[in-house]
Nanobody
Framework: QLQLVESGGGLVQPGGSLRLSCAAS????????IGWFRQAPGKEREGVSC????????NYADSVKGRFTISRDNAKNTVYLQMNSLKPDDTAIYYCAAGPPILFRLCVPQESNNWGQGTQVTVSS
């Protein structure tokens, strides 16, 4: 069974940092583009950052550029999202998704059918 599991969320003060992990089981991540998405209450799910299968190309939403870094360790079958300088507007459930190369190019939720259960990130003082 293909499964993605996110971890690393939590409550953090503004300006703080978190590192999210997305671990795969039942399949090898090496062949998939991976994306991090988030959904805040009352809002649509949006792309945060996506990475290609080799890990040598990334893209970011304008709102997180310079603060978030996506990376992957294919040997560990895991993708990470390092989040620094967190803001209250970053509060959301964060999901990872696996998909074909177009997922990396467009970084939109519609390009994946393989999702994790999500991890809550709350940025608040």
């Amino acid at each position: 069974q293909l499964q993605l599991v996110e971890s690393g969320g939590g409550l953090v003060q503004p300006g703080g940092s978190l590192r999210l992990s997305c671990a795969a089981s039942g399949f090898t991540l090496n062949y998939y583009a991976i994306g991090w998405f988030r959904q805040a209450p009352g809002k649509e799910r949006e792309g945060v950052s996506c990475i290609n299968s080799r890990g040598d190309s990334t893209n970011y939403a304008d709102s997180v550029k310079g603060r978030f870094t996506i990376s992957r360790d294919n040997a560990k079958n895991t993708v990470y999202l390092q989040m620094n300088s967190l803001k209250p507007d970053d509060t959301a459930i964060y999901y990872c998704a696996a998909g074909p190369p177009i997922l990396f190019r467009l970084c939109v939720p519609q390009e994946s059918n393989n999702w994790g259960q999500g991890t809550q990130v709350t940025v608040s003082s």
